[in-house]
């Protein structure tokens, strides 16, 4: 006859790296031995890039975090949001994949996900963030990586900015960002009507708040979008 079992309950199974957590969260106020980082590009470590505006507003700025498509590269990603960072004075913090997309697109959540982390860290020891003010945004594959990533980490991330993305793939979900979502018309390397017009749905029907662009045009960010995003995150009227 069978016993009953005597061990402890099972504990919850941990969430990490695997899971798409990032554990990296703003500070008001940087370590005082983390010299504060000048105006212009700086690169950090894992061959991220962080970009300081010329003027950022005083006290904690805010952040978003830009990822690039597939077979692109960090240098290609800040250059969507550029204007409107110096614009503004937001950061900007370009991580660079591991391979040629994004890790969950490849074989599952991992290298990646640790290199965002530990370049997050290294951004938010070296410049004041707002602890609602950190922004995840991406394109193509990047988009798609946001969203998955966003929504296992909304209680990082306050906005999800996806430009053209093709899928969403949360293992976890927490807390509940905004989320604006734009995509061409035209668009044949993820068309629209099996992208897009599928996925901002499906996120209404989980109870986020999505706001929803088409544009006439492909597989692309234009400038009014990308500032239209921007003005979005950040409370600014439209001009």
Do not use: K
């Not at 999800?160 to 995509?183: E, K, N, T």
Request: net charge negative.
């Amino acid at each position: 006859m069978a016993t009953p079992e005597r061990s402890r309950p099972h504990p919850g199974p941990e969430e990490g790296v695997r899971h798409g957590r990032l554990s990296a969260r703003p500070v008001a106020v940087p370590p005082q031995h983390a010299a504060p980082l000048a105006p212009g590009l700086h690169r950090l470590g894992g061959r991220a890039l962080f970009y300081v505006p010329p003027a950022p507003e005083p006290g904690p700025s805010m952040l978003a975090v830009v990822l690039h498509g597939a077979g692109g590269a960090a240098e290609q990603a800040l250059e969507w949001l550029l204007p409107q960072a110096e614009e503004f004075g937001v950061l900007l913090l370009a991580p660079q994949a591991v391979s040629t997309t994004w890790d969950v697109i490849v074989g599952g959540y991992g290298a990646d996900v640790s290199r965002i982390d530990a370049a997050l860290e290294e951004a938010f020891s070296r410049a004041a963030v707002g602890l609602d003010g950190v922004a995840l945004a991406g394109f193509s594959d990047g988009a798609s990586y946001a969203l998955s990533l966003g929504l296992a980490n909304g209680d990082l991330f306050h906005a999800v900015l996806a430009f053209s993305p093709g899928f969403m793939a949360p293992m976890i979900r927490h807390g509940r960002p905004r989320i604006f979502v734009s995509h061409g018309v035209s668009d044949r390397v993820l068309p629209i009507d099996r992208c897009s017009r599928r996925l901002v749905p499906d996120l209404r029907e989980s109870g986020y708040e999505v706001t929803y662009e088409e544009f006439r045009g492909g597989h692309q960010v234009p400038p009014q979008t990308a500032a239209a995003a921007v003005r979005w995150w950040i409370g600014s009227p439209p001009p």
